[in-house]
C-alpha cells in the first residue's frame, strides 16, 4: 500500500484533526527522501495556496505543512486530506481533462485537499534523484517534491465498503496463495515465502496513526501480503521452468488479484482517514 501520498494523507489528516503533532508527519515523510519540497504548478495554483509564483523556489517541509493547512481550511468534522491511487482504466476521483489527472495518473498516486466552501487543490508527488554526480549518492532519491494544483471544485471521493472489501480479499489470500503454488521457481530461488516476508518487512517500517481501526489495519495487512505474493510470482515466472501451461494458469489467476487489493486498500486508507473525526 505504501508511497508517498498515502503517508501523507494519513498523518497530516491525524495531524489537521489534533491527534498527531507535526513531527509525525515529518517522521513518516522522512521515510521517502531525505528532503521535501512543495511547488505550485502554475499561477492559480500560486494564489490558493500563498506558494511563490512565477519565480519557483523550492520551498521546505515546513511549507508543505503550512500549504495543507491553508488548503484544509476550516475543519468540518470530516477529513480535508484524501488520497487517490488511479491506474489506467480506473482515474475515479480525478477531475477530466486537467493536469491534475495527466500528472497523477503517471504518478499513480495524488492527494486531494478540500477547504471551504468546496475549494479544493490537488498535491502529486514526484522523486528527484538528481543528477546522479555525487560522491555520496546511494541511489535513492535526493528529495521529494510536491506540486500543487488549482482543481475547478473537489471531486467526489471515491467510495469503497471496508465489509466488501474485506470479504473480497479472503478469497483473494486463497488465489494468490494457490497461484504460488502454482509457480516453480528456477535453481536459484529455494525459498519463495521467505521472499514474501522480505517484501512485507519493507512496507511494515511505516508507522499508522494510532487511532485506526483494527479493521482496516487487517485488511492493509492482508492486502499487502496478497500484493507480495503478485510481485514475488511475477518475478519467479521468467526464469522458472515452467510450461507455457503452467505460466498462463498462474497468471491468470494474479490478474483480476491487483484490483482487488487496491479497492481493498483504499477502503482501509479511507477507514483510517475517518477515524480521528469520529
Known amino acids: 500500500m505504501w508511497c508517498p501520498s ?32 512543495i511547488a505550485a504548478y502554475d499561477s492559480v495554483a500560486a494564489g490558493n ?18 500549504t495543507l493547512r491553508t488548503a484544509a481550511g476550516k475543519h468540518t468534522g470530516e477529513p480535508s486530506v484524501n488520497v487517490v491511487l488511479p491506474v489506467p482504466g480506473d482515474v475515479r476521483g480525478l477531475p477530466a481533462g486537467t493536469g491534475f489527472e495527466r500528472d497523477a495518473l503517471a504518478a499513480g498516486e495524488a492527494l486531494i485537499v478540500t477547504g471551504d466552501r468546496n475549494k479544493a487543490v490537488g498535491i502529486v508527488p514526484e522523486f528527484d534523484y538528481g543528477d546522479g554526480d ?7 532519491p535526493r528529495a521529494l517534491v510536491w506540486t500543487v494544483y488549482a482543481l475547478p471544485a473537489a471531486p467526489p471521493p471515491v467510495h469503497v ?43 511494515r517500517r511505516h508507522r499508522i496513526p494510532a487511532d485506526a481501526p483494527a479493521r482496516a489495519l487487517r485488511v492493509l495487512e492482508n492486502a499487502a501480503q496478497v500484493d507480495a505474493i503478485i510481485a514475488v510470482s511475477s518475478d519467479l515466472m521468467p526464469i522458472g521452468p515452467q510450461t507455457l501451461s503452467d505460466t498462463q494458469i498462474a497468471n491468470d489467476a494474479l490478474k483480476p488479484l491487483a484490483a482487488v487489493v487496491r479497492s481493498a486498500r483504499m477502503a482501509a486508507i479511507t477507514a483510517i482517514l475517518h477515524s480521528p473525526w469520529h
Do not use: K
Open 134 to 140: 555525487s560522491d555520496a549518492d546511494d541511489g535513492g
Open 6 to 37: 498515502v503517508s501523507l494523507s494519513v498523518w497530516a489528516n491525524a495531524w489537521l484533526a489534533g491527534t498527531a503533532a507535526p513531527d509525525d508527519v515529518l517522521d513518516a515523510l522522512s521515510l521517502w527522501a531525505p528532503q521535501h519540497f
Open 161 to 203: 465498503d471496508l465489509g466488501e472489501a474485506e470479504y473480497a480479499l479472503r478469497s483473494a489470500v486463497r488465489s494468490a496463495a494457490e497461484a504460488l503454488e502454482a509457480v516453480r521457481p528456477g535453481a536459484g530461488v529455494s525459498d519463495p515465502r521467505g521472499m514474501i516476508e522480505q517484501v512485507l518487512e519493507c512496507s
Open 49 to 66: 495556496t500563498g506558494l511563490p509564483w512565477p519565480d519557483v523556489d523550492e520551498a521546505s517541509v515546513i511549507t508543505l505543512l503550512r
